[in-house]
């Protein structure tokens, strides 16, 4: 079967502010577009068999800075997660919502509210269903040896991995897939293999915090960040909240 580079999308103006973006048509930052433009040197000159992209504007605009002349094919079975009404929420606020614990420590069981509100497993179903779909179509097309790119966001990458390491849903906020990250997944007939996970090739020198302030309502250190974490600018080693 063929391989899969998962691609999140760059830092938005929303994960700079704390806000969970959810499905508004928000756009990179300048960070992003750096990030962007840095993943875009790792990928330019790769034998990508397809390149494929969640309909947002941030994961189309983080490949037409990646890979300009690339027309990725829009799969909306990569969209982010439907967060309902938290959408365009304050994770600092979100954080003390009956619900955020839940999101935590048992996420399958999680409907998120409103009209708009999607169930973290419908999520996790409709976004392996959709890369399995995609990645069968380009093996049948270009060969077992073929390499192809799907850009999605933190929350559905994870679902993805969660999925190809065997881990029930209640265990995927274990992982951490930043913006800009590239994490490798090749399925087999038996079995997935996770090949690389939320590659960035930043300086390990990130894994330095400076001392902090943690004011009241901060996101705990032992909770995920819903949507995905922030990840770090360039030469700055604080963390950031993401949407």
Same mark, same amino acid.
């Given at each position: 079967?063929?391989?899969?580079?998962?691609?999140?999308?760059?830092?938005?103006?929303?994960?700079?502010?704390?806000? /969970? #973006?959810?499905?508004? &048509?928000?756009?990179?930052?300048?960070?992003?577009?750096?990030?962007?433009?840095?993943?875009?040197?790792?990928?330019? =000159? /790769?034998?990508?068999?397809?390149?494929?992209?969640? &309909?947002?504007?941030?994961?189309?605009?983080?490949?037409?800075?990646?890979?300009?002349?690339?027309?990725?094919?829009?799969?909306?079975?990569? $969209?982010?997660?439907?967060?309902?009404?938290?959408?365009?929420?304050?994770?600092?606020?979100?954080?003390?919502?009956?619900? *955020?614990?839940?999101?935590?420590?048992?996420?399958? @069981?999680?409907?998120?509210?409103?009209?708009? =509100?999607?169930?973290? &497993? #419908?999520?996790? #179903?409709?976004?392996?269903?959709?890369?399995?779909? *995609?990645? @069968?179509?380009?093996?049948?097309?270009?060969?077992?040896?073929?390499? *192809?790119?799907?850009?999605?966001?933190? !929350?559905? $990458?994870?679902? $993805?991995?969660? !999925?190809?390491?065997?881990?029930?849903? !209640?265990?995927?906020?274990?992982?951490?897939?930043?913006? @800009?990250?590239?994490?490798?997944?090749?399925?087999?007939?038996?079995? &997935?293999?996770?090949?690389? /996970?939320? !590659?960035?090739?930043?300086?390990?020198?990130?894994?330095?915090?400076?001392?902090?302030?943690?004011?009241? =309502?901060?996101?705990?250190?032992?909770?995920?960040?819903?949507?995905?974490?922030?990840?770090?600018?360039?030469?700055?080693?604080?963390?950031? @909240?993401? =949407?």
């Amino acid at each position: 079967m063929a391989t899969v580079l998962l691609l999140r999308h760059g830092r938005t103006t929303a994960n700079a502010e704390g806000i /969970l #973006a959810g499905r508004r &048509p928000v756009g990179l930052d300048d960070d992003g577009r750096a990030q962007a433009r840095a993943v875009g040197g790792r990928l330019r =000159g /790769l034998p990508l068999a397809a390149v494929v992209s969640s &309909p947002l504007p941030r994961c189309v605009e983080t490949l037409s800075v990646a890979l300009p002349d690339a027309v990725p094919a829009l799969e909306p079975g990569l $969209i982010e997660v439907g967060y309902g009404d938290w959408e365009g929420g304050q994770l600092h606020t979100l954080a003390k919502d009956p619900l *955020w614990p839940v999101v935590q420590h048992h996420p399958a @069981a999680v409907t998120f509210p409103g009209e708009q =509100g999607e169930s973290m &497993p #419908a999520m996790s #179903a409709r976004a392996v269903a959709a890369v399995r779909a *995609w990645d @069968a179509k380009v093996t049948s097309s270009h060969g077992p040896d073929a390499l *192809w790119l799907a850009c999605s966001h933190g !929350d559905v $990458i994870k679902a $993805i991995v969660a !999925d190809a390491l065997g881990l029930h849903l !209640d265990q995927f906020q274990r992982i951490v897939v930043e913006p @800009a990250s590239v994490t490798a997944v090749r399925f087999t007939p038996t079995r &997935p293999f996770l090949l690389r /996970l939320n !590659d960035t090739g930043a300086d390990l020198r990130v894994f330095v915090a400076p001392p902090r302030d943690r004011g009241d =309502g901060q996101v705990a250190d032992s909770d995920a960040v819903v949507g995905g974490d922030a990840g770090r600018p360039a030469g700055d080693a604080s963390r950031a @909240a993401d =949407g």
